[in-house]
């Protein structure tokens, strides 16, 4: 009998902490100036809030403002509340050939140059494999032409082929090699999409004298390149690459934290994070118009990020909380990796990433966590939802790879548990697409009372994070665990 009342007493005062901690976060939101921000961050002004537009800095200086106003601080070793970042802007050369035994590749066709200067001769070929460090060790590619497929045996997501080409151009420039030319032999990822999406001017990081190698893509499905190379069928190229031009352009993620209130647990730190970059003017629709406001992608969740930093500044945690907005998040994850890169923190002081990005919303009366079942946290994100009534559902659509395509993603790859918090949608259908990357995502398309609750119940999962006992760790057996116990130790 006293076990069982013991029981229902604990039961009792956790749901009583629970229904405060709501009520508090109801209490003290406030969802006009939450509005208003989104309202600003979604207007025609901001031109879409593309990373090389100069209404970029419109974005990344009220983003600021609005932390340093909730009391935020800048992390040391930033730039005030930002992170500079050094991009590299590369437009397709006027001409692009490559010659490489009977065939040819061209521009736009089955060749892609997405970055370095213009270069023409013909030059030696070298095949290195998957260009891993391993590969390049020892090797004199002093003038030649390093060869090696995109990706690795393990990491063939979209942010894995960008992320390993910058490590790959870096080596072959080390090597003394002249060119880069990566083998695209995915057929699970459309070439088509592939011409679509990359034959237009690129950003990227700029990583100084291998920036400038010449970097190139070339269609080899039937992976016909490597027998040329080794019968000595194509043992040279003949590269015409001509009217090549790079800009470089200073980007800024926008990083504060909040100090915890635990002597230990302060030393820890819970990351709320949003990318506030959108794809900026486009093709104008039916109606004329050429902006592309980016209220769900991703006004929302920068807004989200910004109304956890006004409740965590006045009402802290155990545990610290590092807010950060990214930018480039469009052009490939660009920001987030740059800070995975050069953190600001140490990146095993940092136990959660609770990301915020999606595309859209189809249901109303659920969030869609993108990593729901992967980590031990699982049930205080949950909870928080349901105690807004509304539901947490896992990816509805996992052959989207959406997991692999939002910020978190950079943190997974270290061992940081890092879900996506999205708007609720059970599948990617004609109502997500309606708004996805499209002009008439406008804030007076959106469900606000909907959004509102979004807002609320993504303060509450942040704090539930932020206050429990144990270290969130990722399930047992999942892909990133590994990475987890490498950052934390075996736990």
């Given at each position: 009998m006293k076990k069982s009342l013991l029981g229902l007493g604990l039961l009792l005062s956790v749901t009583f902490v629970a229904e405060a901690q709501k009520k508090k976060i109801d209490k003290k939101f406030d969802e006009k100036g939450a509005i208003s921000a989104l309202t600003y961050l979604a207007s025609d002004e901001l031109k879409g809030r593309d990373p090389g537009a100069p209404e970029m800095a419109l974005a990344y200086d009220f983003i600021a403002k609005q932390l340093e106003a909730a009391g935020a601080k800048p992390v040391p070793g930033a730039d005030g509340f930002f992170q500079n970042i050094p991009f590299r802007l590369s437009s397709p050369p006027s001409k692009g050939k490559v010659t490489m035994g009977d065939s040819t590749f061209s521009q736009g066709v089955n060749l892609l140059v997405l970055d370095g200067e213009s270069l023409s001769g013909t030059y030696e070929l070298i095949d290195v494999g998957f260009g891993t460090p391993a590969d390049f060790e020892g090797k004199d590619l002093t003038g030649k032409i390093a060869v090696s497929s995109v990706g690795a045996p393990d990491k063939m997501g979209p942010a894995d082929?960008?992320?390993?080409?910058?490590?790959?151009?870096?080596?072959?420039?080390?090597?003394?090699?002249?060119a880069l030319i990566e083998r695209f032999n995915i057929p699970s990822i459309p070439w088509p999409l592939i011409v679509n999406y990359l034959n237009r001017a690129q950003m990227g990081i700029d990583n100084g004298e291998s920036s400038k190698?010449?970097?190139?893509?070339?269609?080899?499905?039937?992976?016909?390149?490597?027998?040329?190379?080794?019968?000595g069928n194509a043992k040279s190229a003949v590269l015409e690459i001509e009217g090549k031009t790079n800009k470089l352009i200073e980007g800024k993620n926008v990083v504060a934290w909040i100090e915890g209130t635990d002597k230990n647990l302060k030393n820890e730190f819970v990351m709320l994070s949003a990318h506030y970059d959108h794809v900026g003017i486009g093709t104008p629709d039916a109606n004329g118009d050429s902006i592309y406001n980016g209220t769900r992608d991703n006004a929302v969740g920068t807004v989200a990020v910004m109304n956890a930093a006004k409740f965590f500044a006045k009402n802290p945690p155990k545990r610290s909380v590092l807010l950060a907005l990214w930018t480039a998040e469009e052009k490939g994850l660009l920001g987030s990796r740059y800070f995975a890169e050069n953190p600001l923190i140490p990146l095993n002081q940092i136990i959660y990433n609770l990301n915020i990005d999606g595309a859209g919303y189809n249901d109303t009366s659920i969030i869609t966590v993108i990593g729901l079942g992967r980590t031990t946290a699982d049930d205080l994100v949950s909870e928080a939802v349901a105690d807004f009534g509304l539901k947490a559902i896992a990816d509805p659509a996992p052959e989207q790879g959406?997991?692999?395509?939002?910020?978190?993603?950079?943190?997974?790859?270290?061992?940081?548990?890092?879900?996506?918090?999205s708007l609720g949608f059970t599948a990617f259908d004609d109502e997500i697409n309606k708004y996805y990357?499209?002009?008439g995502d406008h804030v007076d398309s959106m469900d606000l009372d909907y959004v509102t609750l979004y807002w609320k119940s993504f303060i509450l999962a942040a704090q539930n994070i932020a206050n429990t006992a144990n270290q969130p760790m990722w399930v047992a057996g999942d892909k990133y665990e590994e990475a987890g116990k490498k950052l934390y130790g075996d736990k």
């Open positions: 082929l960008f992320s390993l080409g910058s490590e790959k151009t870096a080596n072959a420039k080390k090597q003394g090699a002249i190698l010449p970097y190139i893509w070339v269609k080899d499905l039937s992976n016909v390149l490597p027998k040329e190379i080794a019968t959406l997991y692999d395509r939002s910020d978190n993603v950079n943190f997974a790859k270290e061992g940081i548990p890092a879900p996506t918090f990357h499209k002009a």
